[in-house]
């Protein structure tokens, strides 16, 4: 993280005005990280500190990733709605190399959200190593116990925002399905390749989305808007990222949750437990409903 270093001319600087907080600094885009201080040069940057890229770059980053992700998900949607569901049952073979197609599949597709990060924190940094590089997108270590206490109230949160969505549903008759209630239903075909699915979605996108998210464009965000206004941003586009229009609100909180994590801690790796906690538990829900 770059730090520009106060004024070494003889007259000291005047007071900041009290009636407006001083203006962060200005860092040129690939200008390599100092050591961090102990508290933030600026508190709309928290823990997270400057990061080297600019806010411009945040966006071309956003748009290269996430253009091409949606027509994806569009496109997969169009192409073959509700096949997989209404299939017939899958052999014991079939299924097993469904497993491990997802996986893979999976895999890949994510691996696309670590391309804005890699280029624009680590091949785009002159003069830096890809130590800091990583340090920038959030690999630091934070103090255990704080660390622990985000993660158990962000599962809380999560959780209650969780079960007031379910009554919401329920109360109205909205009829909204989430990918959970999909995969429920798909496992009653082939349960082998919904656990290949949930193994994708516990281990590998929380790892990825997390880099892209919270690591790259949320501490992206914070060079060019306020807090409130990067952390709701980069929920919506979390959100939209999923397609899935059942899950939209709930992922909007969760993603929420995770910029707030990852603001307060500075560290990536609060917030990629909490993500992974939580697909974890959703993943336990569809592995308990494959047996009835």
Known sequence: MSVLDGDTTSSPPPPPSRTSPPHPPVIPAGTPPSTPPDEPVHPRFGRVGIVPWSFGQTWRGVAATLIPWVAFLLISANAAPQTTVSSGTLSPLEDAI???????????????????????????????????????????????????????????VVYAASVVYQDIITRFSLGLHTNVDTLQQLGQHAPLTVIGTLIGAVFIAPFCEEI???????????????????????????????????????????GVVLAVVRWRTGSIWPGMALHMANNAVAALVVVASLGH
């Open 98 to 156: 469904g497993a491990v197609v997802f996986v893979i599949f999976t895999a890949i597709v994510e691996g696309a959200f670590l391309l804005a990060p890699g280029y624009y924190a680590v091949v785009r940094r002159a003069g830096a190593t890809v130590r800091e590089g990583l340090w920038a997108l959030g690999f630091r270590r934070t103090p255990l116990l704080p660390a622990i206490g985000w993660v158990v109230g962000g599962l809380i």
């Open 212 to 254: 892209f998210f919270r690591g790259f464009t949320f501490a992206g965000f914070l060079r060019g808007m306020p807090v409130w206004a990067a952390v709701l941003l980069s929920a919506l586009l979390f959100g939209i990222a999923h397609g899935d229009i059942g899950s939209f609100a709930l992922l909007f909180v969760i």
